[in-house]
């Protein structure tokens, strides 16, 4: 009887992946503001609401506003006072927001992902999709996003607790001691960026894999969605920055020049920060992009290498 050897890992061709991955969104351009137009025009007011509710947190007055919503909606106004009242309240309003979209940006990736590797093109003119492969799509994606933050926020409790060990003992160390605390909060912050990074770039590009073969309804597990991209970690790192960093540039070069203007009122911070939200869930696309296609790579491997029937 003859032994099958197992195929060796493919390596994942990067460059020819980045320039397919621009070709790839340039020739479905029609397809994307079919997909995505709807959900677009729904999160608008959504985005705008929410982010003027946080630019009104930021500021000293805010709290006159709470106390006759309170008498209005006694609950509702409760409510926002203790979310006022606590230090974390802006932060608190950017976290409702991140979990509004998230269906709203499965949604689009799905039928993004069925494009590209089962050829599912949406035909009607509005699309909404909420089903359990979208769902399915929201736990997985945010169970990564948790990953590669709860790992940051572990660390940068781990250094605030050092920190504060060191703070009690300043008085004794005079100005050594404040020089250390301020060089270990520094540190610890740089620290903190570069663990985020390496899990953004060496970790979740290979892990994520699982996310394409669950808009296909495709069972994989995120170990298996590790073995199957072995040998690849650097490349997929390389490729995830030439496809995401270029897209996302103009964004980023827009934003910093808005906040070198300044502070700006609350329309014109409503205004800017929509204008990002919306450019993101576009250019996000991307990256689900590159997702589609070192997943067609890497299961195709995957099924070649599979045992033949008996």
Sequence with gaps: MTTLAAPSPRKLPVWQTVGACYATVARNL???MRISWLWLLIMLPIYAGL????????????????????FEWPVLGSIALDVWLNPLGPYLFLFVLFVVEWPFLASIAVAWHRLLLSRERVTAPAYLRLDGAVRRYVLYSFLLSLFAVGGVLLLALIIAEYSS????????LGDFG?????????VGQIIA???????????????SLVLPAVALGVRLSLAQAWRMSHGNTLR????????????????????LWAESYGTVDGAGYVVREVINCLSYAVLAIFAV??????????????AEGASPPA
């Design 165 to 172: 060990l060191v703070s009690m003992r300043v008085s004794e």
């Design 178 to 186: 404040w020089l250390l605390r301020v060089g270990i909060s520094n």
């Design 193 to 207: 960026m570069l663990v985020y990074a390496a899990i953004v770039l060496l970790v979740l590009p290979r892990l």
């Design 30 to 32: 029609g397809q994307l």
């Design 51 to 70: 982010l003027w509710l946080h630019w009104k947190w930021q500021q000293e007055d805010a709290i006159d506003y709470l106390y006759p919503l309170a």
């Design 236 to 255: 997929l790192a390389l490729a995830t920055l030439l496809c995401c960093l270029p897209a996302f540039a103009p964004m980023l070069a827009a934003l």
């Design 289 to 302: 992009t590159l997702l589609s296609l070192t997943y067609r790579l890497f299961s195709s491997q995957r």
